[in-house]
């Protein structure tokens, strides 16, 4: 049974810093990529950064410098640390692992930014 379970996320303010995990249990297929996403509210689904098999990293403009994607092999579990945040940033954010095979999706952890 595929399981992606993220945790992590919750209120924080301004400026202030979180880490979400997910942690990664049976995928039939070999992962080619770990990432994560975001859905801010009345938004679409958007791609934060990816983390690939090799350790190649990709981010979106608004995460560089402020998030850190990074994986560990042993543990499975891909982690996305944010720093510096912001109002824009509160959103639900998904796990997502990429295979040649098929794409899964975590339920998703809300973080929000307020003040």
């Known amino acids: 049974q595929v399981r992606l379970v993220e945790s992590g996320g919750g209120l924080v303010q301004p400026g202030g810093s979180l880490r979400l995990s997910c942690a990664v249990s049976?995928?039939?297929?070999?992962?080619?990529?770990m990432g994560w996403f975001r859905q801010p509210p009345g938004k679409e689904r958007e791609l934060v950064a990816l983390?690939?098999?090799?350790?190649?990293?990709n981010y979106r403009d608004f995460a560089k410098d402020r998030f850190t994607i990074s994986r560990d092999n042993a543990k499975n579990t891909v982690y996305l640390q944010m720093n510096s945040l912001k109002f824009e940033d509160t959103a639900v954010y998904y796990c997502?692992?990429?295979?040649?095979?098929?794409?899964?999706w975590g339920r998703g952890t809300q973080v929000t930014v307020s003040s």
């Open positions: 997502n692992i990429q295979t040649a095979r098929a794409n899964y």
């Open positions: 049976g995928i039939p297929f070999s992962i080619d990529a």
């Open positions: 983390i690939t098999s090799g350790g190649s990293t």
